[in-house]
């Protein structure tokens, strides 16, 4: 046993015996849980903290077995959830593991190169992580706390585990009951205990909608009541959800829906009927006649009289009823126009993802941590559409209401950053505003704080922003006053900041404290789901009621190109093709000439486009100003298009302007 | 309108062309796509609901009229009205 193994026992046994507050410097302070939980293993379990580490504890194959086959639900739905946990925090080097109520492992997922690490720290299949046997850890203190807990290096309560750090979460049944733990661990002595508040964060995420999965899955039968403040989130995973007997009776309900309506415990709302709780007639409600499945409805809590938005799961039946296929497009004889107010120029995270896998796997993981404060990284090359997606997330977090905060780090000189970030006082210094400048930072609080392109943010800004970020405090510059804020932080960089770290660049903290995840947007070239992309775009940027039309042609080079711009560079050429094209209906010719040039396109475009176009549309213009004396504005009306259609004809097809009378500067399709 | 030509004479209205037609394997919501003989062409939902009116029983005039009824928000009478000449100059659409 080393050296600071034989401290720590020591350190722990005079703890317990109360001779001493734990060393300053090794712990400073002692969480409420663990101290507990420290008591309970040196007086109750009158365990050993030095007592040096034996094999762990494991049962034999047939009972794990066993076991699983008990929990079947609950590890099928885990072991989906762990998969997506994985992804983004296994690369940190954790261990994400299930176990019952026991503290048993019943399922672990790590990084094929830790899996000797971990087992020989006794994370595996099988293991017992209780209170009694391991002492003070993840697993068996949130069981024996019956609450969340994190418990960091040394305040493990045995000499052997204090290398490890643990973030364990409970898993609750509809009755509130625990009846599992699931738990990140790690051995990497770089992780903090504010990072690992983080990953504590995310699992506590994955434990909801497993939750989540687990209550509805129990009810499947029977009758669930849904309901969430805000209409868009009836349904998923962040709505409340309160099973109902037949007689509208409550029989079960879930953590969101006690938080939802104030409630402290499940007892004052069992037995009561859904009517009592909620302004509806039940009887209206329960009716499995009515189609109730179709409509959120609004309804009010009785004893607050707050607004929500519900819906009712009536079972297998009701949930099999096929989702409304856009009777907007196929059955009416005659479309209904849609009101433009309906779309927006900015598109949410759905309409961004598209069908490609990788977006579709970003987007879902975006909407779990919408409602947190996890903070998110989006990397992604130039052009991918990082700013959008930062926007979309904050749109659909419960900060929607609130200010989106973006600042370039690489668009604005060093020297000005830090005010625009921080802000400052009046008189700060020569030049500053006289009334002061409120910072970026506190204009965000209560909102979102977009950091874009944070690579290119100074190392001196860095340990600044690391502070604000930690202390979610900011002092604004010629002040002494830190002033509280409420912040929600998602970065982006196109630079690989890992690499950047390793040349010392950026501040590893700083880029753990801002990665809680990371979502890659892929490059446009990647996606699979051009085709759609190009018709949200056409869609958005026609939202104010022009009617438009992109002809096969110009759709498949707008499909074979390679943009290298990304999603960005795809925008702006169909937003300048719209202004350039006649009566909205985009062609081949409208397109940037590098766009038409591409290869891989079902029509292969000469190497002179401009050149081929029908000479007898050339000549046919030429006559009609010739005609009307080089009166642009009467020759286009003879020729029934606008006079600044004319003009990009003109120039498309190389027509002089000597007989014009106006100057010309038409756009070029290229920019 | 009325100073242009070839407007104002009663009798089949606008109508899509022969062997013009909605593709109907592609409806879905906001894909809309239009056959024509020379190639298909992707529609927005405003341009979509201009070529559904266009069944023979309006005029240009009427249909611009009809559109601007069911058009929620700020009507884009001009943009309308280019649209109805390009798609009648492509062959789409034929009639008055």
Same mark, same amino acid.
């Given at each position: 046993m080393d050296a600071n193994a034989v401290r720590h026992a020591a350190d722990v046994l005079q703890f317990v015996r109360g001779q001493k507050a734990p060393t300053p410097g090794h712990l400073t302070t002692l969480n409420t849980a663990i101290a507990s939980s420290?008591?309970?293993?040196?007086?109750?379990?009158?365990?050993?903290?030095?007592?040096?580490?034996?094999?762990?504890? &494991?049962? *034999? @194959? $047939? #009972? =794990?077995?066993? !076991?699983?086959?008990?929990?079947?639900?609950?590890?099928?739905?885990?072991?989906?959830?762990?998969?997506?946990?994985?992804?983004?925090?296994?690369?940190?080097?954790y261990a994400l593991v299930l176990t019952d109520a026991n503290g048993i492992v019943l399922y672990e997922k790590t990084d094929s190169t830790l899996t000797d690490t971990f087992r020989a720290a006794g994370l595996m299949a099988g293991a017992d992580w209780s209170e009694p046997q391991e002492g003070t850890n993840g697993i068996g203190t949130c069981i024996a706390e019956n609450r969340p807990v994190i418990v960091h290096r040394e305040e493990h309560f045995r000499s052997c585990h204090i290398g490890l750090s643990c973030s364990g979460?409970?898993?609750?049944?509809?009755?509130?009951?625990?009846?599992? &733990?699931? *738990? @990140? $661990? #790690? =051995?990497?002595? !770089?992780?903090?205990?504010?990072?690992l508040a983080h990953t504590m964060a995310l699992v506590s995420l994955s434990a909801r909608l497993i939750e989540k999965c687990l209550f509805l899955q129990h009810f499947r039968q029977g009758v669930v009541f849904r309901f969430h403040a805000r209409p868009e989130f009836v349904n998923l995973q962040h709505d409340g959800a309160i099973a109902l007997a037949h007689d509208a009776t409550v029989i079960a309900v879930d953590e969101t829906a006690l938080w939802l309506l104030r409630v402290a415990n499940r007892a004052d709302?069992?037995?009561?009927?859904?009517?009592?709780?909620?302004?509806?007639?039940?009887?209206?409600?329960?009716?499995?006649?009515?189609?109730?499945?179709?409509?959120?409805?609004?309804?009010?809590?009785?004893?607050?009289?707050?607004?929500?938005?519900?819906?009712?799961?009536?079972?297998?039946?009701?949930?099999?009823?096929?989702?409304?296929?856009?009777?907007?497009?196929?059955?009416?004889?005659?479309?209904?126009?849609?009101?433009?107010?309906?779309?927006?120029?900015?598109?949410?995270?759905?309409?961004?993802?598209?069908?490609?896998?990788?977006?579709?796997?970003?987007?879902?993981?975006?909407?779990?941590?919408?409602?947190?404060?996890?903070?998110?990284?989006?990397?992604?090359?130039?052009?991918a559409g990082k700013e959008m997606f930062a926007r979309a997330l904050h749109a659909a977090s419960d900060r929607a209401t609130r200010p989106f905060v973006a600042l370039n780090c690489a668009a604005i000189p060093e020297a000005l950053i830090e005010s625009e970030l921080f802000g400052y006082r009046s008189g700060a210094f020569t030049g500053a505003r006289k009334e002061g400048m409120k910072g970026k930072i506190l204009q965000s609080s209560g909102g979102t704080l977009f950091l874009d392109e944070i690579g290119d943010m100074q190392l001196a800004l860095q340990t600044r922003l690391l502070r604000v970020l930690e202390e979610q405090e900011v002092m604004p510059l010629g002040t002494e006053t830190a002033l509280k804020v409420d912040l929600r932080v998602i970065c982006a960089s196109h630079q690989n900041l890992r690499a950047m770290i390793a040349r010392g660049?950026?501040?590893?903290?700083?880029?753990?404290?801002?990665?809680?995840?990371?979502?890659?947007?892929?490059?446009?070239?990647?996606?699979?789901?051009?085709?759609?992309?190009?018709?949200?775009?056409?869609?958005?940027?026609?939202?104010?009621?022009?009617?438009?039309?992109?002809?096969?042609?110009?759709?498949?080079?707008?499909?074979?190109?390679?943009?290298?711009?990304?999603?960005r560079e795809l925008r702006n050429v169909i937003r300048t093709a719209l202004a350039i094209c006649d009566g909205g209906v985009v062609r081949l010719r409208d397109l940037p000439s590098e766009v038409r040039r591409s290869e891989g396109g079902h029509n292969p475009i000469p190497a002179m486009p401009c050149a081929k176009p029908a000479p007898a549309e050339r000549e046919k213009m030429m006559q009609a100003i010739r005609e009307c004396d080089g009166n642009m504005s009467r020759a286009?009306?003879?020729?029934?298009?606008?006079?600044?259609?004319?003009?990009?004809?003109?120039?498309?097809?190389?027509?002089?302007?000597?007989?014009?009378?106006?100057?010309l500067h038409p756009r070029s399709p290229g920019e | 309108?009325?100073?242009?030509?070839?407007?104002?004479?009663?009798?089949?209205?606008?109508?899509?062309?022969?062997?013009?037609?909605?593709?109907?394997?592609?409806?879905?919501?906001?894909?809309?796509?239009?056959?024509?003989?020379?190639?298909?062409?992707?529609?927005?939902?405003?341009?979509?609901?201009?070529?559904?009116?266009?069944d023979g029983s309006r005029t240009r005039d009427d249909l611009v009229a009809e559109v601007v009824r069911r058009s929620r928000g700020p009507a884009r009478v001009v943009e309308i009205i280019e649209f109805l000449d390009v798609a009648q100059a492509r062959g789409w659409i034929d009639g008055e």
């Open positions: 420290w008591r309970r293993c040196a007086l109750d379990y009158s365990m050993d903290p030095g007592r040096p580490h034996f094999a762990p504890s &494991v049962i *034999d @194959a $047939s #009972t =794990l077995a066993q !076991r699983r086959a008990q929990y079947a639900d609950l590890v099928q739905i885990t072991s989906a959830e762990i998969d997506w946990l994985y992804e983004y925090i296994a690369e940190s080097g979460v409970p898993i609750r049944d509809p009755s509130g009951a625990l009846v599992a &733990v699931l *738990d @990140a $661990s #790690t =051995l990497n002595a !770089r992780d903090t205990r504010a990072s709302l069992i037995g009561r009927r859904i009517d009592e709780i909620f302004a509806v007639s039940a009887d209206e409600l329960i009716d499995p006649a009515r189609d109730t499945q179709a409509a959120l409805r609004p309804v009010r809590d009785v004893a607050l009289g707050r607004r929500f938005f519900s819906s009712l799961d009536h079972g297998t039946a009701g949930a099999r009823s096929s989702k409304p296929t856009s009777s907007t497009t196929l059955s009416p004889p005659v479309l209904q126009l849609v009101p433009p107010a309906s779309r927006k120029s900015s598109l949410t995270l759905e309409e961004l993802a598209g069908e490609d896998p990788q977006m579709l796997r970003n987007v879902r993981s975006a909407h779990r941590i919408a409602m947190s404060r996890v903070p998110v990284m989006i990397q992604g090359p130039t052009g660049a950026f501040r590893e903290d700083l880029y753990y404290r801002l990665n809680g995840i990371t979502l890659e947007l892929p490059p446009l070239a990647q996606r699979t789901d051009k085709e759609r992309l190009i018709r949200e775009f056409l869609a958005a940027e026609t939202s104010d009621g022009r009617p438009a039309a992109i002809e096969m042609d110009a759709f498949q080079q707008l499909l074979a190109y390679g943009w290298p711009g990304n999603v286009a009306g003879q020729l029934g298009i606008s006079r600044n259609t004319l003009y990009r004809h003109c120039k498309r097809l190389g027509i002089p302007l000597q007989h014009s009378h106006s100057d | 309108m009325g100073s242009r030509k070839k407007r104002s004479a009663p009798g089949a209205g606008l109508r899509l062309a022969p062997g013009v037609r909605f593709d109907s394997s592609e409806e879905r919501e906001e894909v809309l796509v239009l056959v024509c003989p020379d190639g298909k062409v992707q529609l927005n939902q405003i341009a979509a609901g201009i070529l559904r009116l266009c």
